[in-house]
């Protein structure tokens, strides 16, 4: 199939599966899945430029059906997200701008790099460590049981007495999230939060749902099935963002992020349902090889000069 | 043992429910490709070279229609083929 805004050839089914594949991905773990769309997209020939705005505008429609998803299981804080949104941009455009200077200074592709390896590598391995404890803790609590366990979205971690330190931290003004089951926090932390998340969206590209995710577990407190759906609705607010500047600019071929998505759509909603199969240790256990993969990418990247 | 079939039956009618959901889906994009997208082809690159403001806009406004009226496709799907459950 012939995509005249990027003048490129791209067989329809190949971004209907790589769509799918994505969709899952984002649907179970509340990423954008930009790992994997950009190498997918360059690897057909298209233009980095196109790759990375084309890849923003996909995650746009994927989270939406993501988002609708989870919302309908209960999933989402939309008071959560909607704050989140604010500090994401905020740090997206201090990130990008980091990159400029880093730019100027000459060794933009070392330095980024060599932080995005290290945090990639540092957030598996404490997830890694986390959720193990965690699940091995209940095990110990919950002997196995004839009668299957129902997974419920109520969350236990082995970090939440720094969390629940975190939440008792009285910086005004201060919020409570009803629909996460937060009482109580400040509101400088969730926007310090999402300011984090946007400024390594700005700092290393894609949305780094990888680092946002596991922050609203372990620093905000939040469900991890509240997590994944949150974050999912707030990569709706964000990535839109994205997509306009990088239209603006015209790096997006609308057409190619819509056929990726016919077969996201789908994927999503398995993503999303399959959720609710899993208790929040294991989603966060299943989580550990994403960031390893982004580790990989750019060990490869490195190593190789090919930007995938 | 008694208890183990229902659950095989129910994965079976899953599974099977999910693949004809798939097919009829494939049918249903594929029907969406040549249509819609051919139509529109033409449009965007016009906007995308001549008044790229309004692109980014249609981009924003396309990607999320496309996604809502997807999900709604799927979900009907979903509900139809299972007899009123969504999952």
């Known amino acids: 199939?012939?995509?005249?805004?990027?003048?490129?050839?791209?067989?329809?089914?190949?971004?209907?599966?790589?769509?799918?594949?994505?969709?899952?991905?984002?649907?179970?773990?509340?990423?954008?899945?930009?790992?994997?769309?950009?190498?997918?997209?360059?690897?057909?020939?298209?233009?980095?430029?196109?790759?990375?705005?084309?890849?923003?505008?996909?995650?746009?429609?994927?989270?939406?059906?993501?988002?609708?998803?989870?919302?309908?299981?209960g999933n989402v804080d939309l008071k959560l997200g909607l704050i989140m949104a604010i500090g994401t941009m905020g740090g997206a455009e201090v990130g990008a701008q980091?990159?400029?200077?880093?730019?100027?200074?000459?060794?933009?592709?070392?330095?980024?790099?060599?932080?995005?390896?290290?945090?990639?590598?540092?957030?598996?391995?404490?997830m890694i460590w986390e959720a193990w404890r965690t699940l091995q803790y209940q095990k110990k609590r919950r002997p196995r049981a004839k009668v299957p366990v129902i997974v419920t979205k109520d969350d236990e971690s082995s970090f939440s007495h720094r969390t629940a330190a975190i939440q008792r931290l009285k910086l005004w003004p201060m919020i409570s999230l009803p629909a996460s089951g937060v009482k109580a926090i400040s509101l400088w932390i969730i926007i310090l939060v999402?300011?984090?998340?946007?400024?390594?969206?700005?700092?290393?590209?894609?949305g780094a749902g990888y680092i946002r995710m596991p922050m609203l577990v372990y620093v905000l407190g939040i469900p991890t099935h509240l997590a994944v759906g949150t974050d999912l609705f707030e990569i709706i607010i964000s990535a839109s963002y994205g997509t306009f500047s990088h239209a603006i600019k015209g790096n997006v071929d609308i057409l190619i992020a819509l056929v990726m998505n016919t077969g996201g759509a789908i994927g999503a909603q398995i993503g999303a349902i399959s959720t609710q199969y899993f208790t929040g240790p294991k989603i966060r256990l299943a989580f550990v090889p994403l960031p390893l993969i982004g580790a990989a990418i750019v060990i490869y990247t490195l190593m190789t000069g090919h930007k995938l | 043992m008694a208890a183990a079939s229902p659950?095989?039956?129910?994965r079976s009618s899953t599974l099977r429910a999910f693949l004809v959901e798939l097919a009829l889906y494939a049918v249903f994009v594929t029907g969406y490709f040549f249509l819609v997208l051919h139509f529109l082809s033409d449009w965007l690159q016009d906007l995308h070279l001549y008044h790229v403001k309004l692109y980014a806009l249609a981009a924003i406004l396309l990607i999320?229609?496309?996604?809502?009226?997807?999900?709604?496709?799927?979900?009907?799907?979903?509900?139809?083929?299972?007899?009123?459950?969504?999952?």
């Open chain 2, 64 to 87: 999320i229609g496309q996604a809502v009226l997807l999900e709604n496709v799927t979900t009907w799907l979903l509900r139809f083929l299972r007899g009123g459950r969504s999952e």
């Open chain 1, 194 to 206: 999402s300011f984090i998340g946007g400024l390594f969206s700005g700092f290393l590209g894609g």
């Open chain 1, 1 to 73: 199939m012939f995509f005249p805004i990027s003048n490129s050839h791209i067989s329809p089914v190949y971004l209907a599966v790589i769509g799918f594949f994505i969709g899952v991905l984002g649907g179970f773990f509340g990423v954008g899945g930009s790992f994997i769309a950009g190498p997918a997209l360059r690897a057909v020939g298209l233009d980095w430029n196109f790759a990375v705005g084309t890849d923003l505008a996909h995650i746009v429609g994927k989270s939406v059906v993501a988002a609708k998803r989870h919302r309908a299981l």
């Open chain 2, 7 to 10: 659950t095989k039956k129910d």
């Open chain 1, 98 to 126: 980091l990159i400029q200077m880093l730019k100027r200074a000459g060794n933009v592709n070392f330095v980024v790099s060599i932080v995005s390896i290290a945090i990639y590598v540092s957030i598996s391995s404490f």
